[in-house]
């Protein structure tokens, strides 16, 4: 079954385009990384997927509009952006009995069992809580919604990096499975890298890479050239090259491996890696930034 | 886990704003605590007035009226305020995308904050005023027994029963005159960014100016008063100059009250602003 299906999704502010025409399919049962630079339109695509915004053209969310029925697609969408929106002046139990009333797919004691796991107290104010709790708050309510897609916007931004680890692993070990969908966009793409099954790069609310994980790892390959090689490396048309500790580090998009026999050492280059390799590709004005 | 499972956004959905504005009670609370504690100091010199002569006005029951008076004007405010808040401190604090990200729609939603003016406050302040009204006559009673006055006395001039049928009632009618004044401020609540109080006024008042600089007349300013102020009014037949105390059950006017163009036309208005806001709430962002 297929989660989400945009076709020509557009949006745009004024005269500022936000995503502009941009196509995605993401099926059932996947965990999908959405990775962009800021202001790619990361969020605008997420706002529309759940209905918080209008859009043009077509999107349906699990054989839904959202925008014309986000309260339906609620019933079945999970969603969490930073950890800044959940109400401060809420208890903990408040949220429990808000969620179990007004959520049929809430389960209230399974929550309560990953509260358990925590040291969040049921009397406490969120605005008492640390930010790396509220977190852990939000997603034990989220995780005990039996919902079929789950839409993380920056989850984890301005956590440490211990709550950031135990939030992804959570939500592997406790929480999906594969008759679920996950949907996460972040800037911080190598902590994320090893659960993803696919990936979507965006760009200026463009898509500039859209490959699923198995077909990353046939069509990206990073050579570290022996120096002998460099030049005919270089021959192969890389997409890109950096330099480390003297060495040159090439990456190649849809090589056949066979060809970078012999040239030097070749593995699968991190997510980060090509990000970066993409995003100077399609505007070459940012080498200097980089 | 069915899929089925009962679940009740609307009464939930009010029972958060509880929540989140427990001014809402401890308000008309409070102001019903001064009305009794300056009561308590006056009981030192109830049991005189109670044994003594019947005049026609013996202030016995201005405790009770002033208590209920105070009540009603805190709840007014709250009120006021609670609808100009509702729907921007949700985007102010951005814990919109927290209640969007429920199902729960913007219509139950903005029903639920409309509902705390209209219907939460008029049960609260009956509930406080009654309550504090009761303290008050059990006290009396207490104090006069002690005095070795007969109750009786005190019972016969201290009656309750107009006051209890009249403040339900005018309570509720009030409600629904100030329907609309409550809607407005929701929908400014939901559109403007900041300083919410000046937007609400800001349109009115210049509709006021531009009328007296123009045509050198104040109606709608005075339509701006009666709207805000002539919900009791509405409720009982003491209309008129100078409004008369309602004093007896034929003052009680539902007749009047339920005909009036002006409740209905109210309502009618009220409604259209509430589905702006409903809209609103929909395509406006966090600010």
Redesign the interface.
Known sequence: MTSIEARGLRKSYGKTVALDRIDLRVEEGRILGLIGPNGAGKSTALQAILGLIPHEGELKVLGRDPWTAREALMTDVCFIADVAVMPRWMRVWQALDYMDGVHTRFDRAKAEGFLAKTNIKRESKVRELSKGMTAQLHLALVMAVDAKLLVLDEPTLGLDILYRKQFYDSLLTDYFDHNRTIVVSTHQVDEIEHILTDVVFLDSGRIVLDVSMEAYEARFAELLATPEQVASARSLGPIHERQLFGRSILIFDGIDRARLDGLGEVRTPGLADVFVAKMIATFPGREQAA | ?S???K???F???V??EL??HPAIYLAPAGAAAVGLLGFLVSTLWLARSVAGAVPKNDGLMMPYVFTALAVMVIGFLVSIFYALGALNG?RR?????????????DLTTVLAKAAVPLLVLPVVLLAVIIGAQLIMLVLSTIVVLLHGVDPGRLWARVDMRLMWTVLPYGLFINALWLAPVYAWLLLISGWAKRMTFVWALAPPLAVALFERLAFNSSHFIHFLIERLLGGFGEAFSVRGEGRAAIDKFSDIDPIHAFSSPHIWGGLAVAGLLLAVTIRLR??R?PI
């Open positions: 886990m899929a089925d499972r679940v009740r956004p009464y939930w959905s029972r958060r929540w989140e949700e604090d951005r814990s919109i995308q927290f209640w969007k990200s429920l199902p729960v729609s929909r395509s962002d």
